[in-house]
C-alpha cells in the first residue's frame, strides 16, 4: 500500500515550492487569494532539500512582478514553477529585489509616505538575509514581523 500523500499536479497555474515550513499562509494572506482561485496548501509536508517544506499550487493563477516581490520579502527561498498544459514551462528562484516601491508602508507615523501626500513608499534592501529594508525618505529600517505586518 502506498501511503504518501502527495498534492495532485496541476494543469495551469503557479506552483509556490520550497517556502520554509509555516510560512505559506502569510504568503497567500499577502497574495489575496479570492474565492475564484483553486489552491492546494501543504504545511510542514517532508521535502527531500528542507526537512520541512510549505507548498502552494494556485491553479489558474500567473503572478506579476508585484506580486513575486511580495513573496520575496516573505519567502525569499520558494521557487516559482509556472505550469501550463501539466508542463513546467519556466521555473525559477526569486530575486531580492534591491527596491521596494509602494509595497511596505513606512513604519514611522511621521514619514512623508504617510502624510497623505502623493509619495509612494521606497525602500532599499540593506541586507538580504535577514531581510533588512530602509525607507528612502526617512531612514527608518524595517525588518522580520514589522515587514510583513505592514505588506
Ligand atoms: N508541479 C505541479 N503540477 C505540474 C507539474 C509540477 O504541481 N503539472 C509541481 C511539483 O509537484 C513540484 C513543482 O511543481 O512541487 C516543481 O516540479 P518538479 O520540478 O517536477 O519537481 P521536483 O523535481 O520535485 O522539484 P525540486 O527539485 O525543485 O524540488
Ligand atoms: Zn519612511
Do not use: W
Amino acid at each position: 500500500m502506498d501511503k504518501t500523500l502527495k498534492i495532485s499536479k496541476i494543469k495551469d497555474g503557479t506552483v509556490i515550492d520550497h517556502i520554509a515550513a509555516g510560512k505559506a499562509l502569510k504568503v497567500l494572506a499577502i497574495l489575496g487569494i479570492d474565492e475564484s482561485n483553486s489552491i492546494s496548501i501543504g504545511i510542514r509536508v517532508t521535502s527531500e532539500k528542507l526537512a520541512y517544506k510549505d507548498v502552494i499550487k494556485i491553479e489558474n493563477k500567473f503572478l506579476e512582478k508585484l506580486e513575486l516581490d511580495k513573496i520575496a520579502l516573505i519567502a525569499n527561498e520558494a521557487t516559482i514553477s509556472i505550469i501550463k498544459n501539466y508542463e513546467i514551462i519556466e521555473k525559477f528562484k526569486l530575486d531580492m529585489p534591491q527596491v521596494f516601491k509602494g509595497i511596505v508602508k513606512c513604519a514611522n507615523q511621521n514619514c512623508i509616505t504617510n502624510a497623505g501626500e502623493p509619495v509612494k513608499s521606497e525602500f532599499m534592501t540593506v541586507n538580504a538575509d535577514p531581510l533588512t529594508i530602509k525607507c528612502v525618505y526617512c531612514k527608518k529600517e524595517m525588518s522580520g514581523e514589522e515587514i510583513i505586518n505592514n505588506i
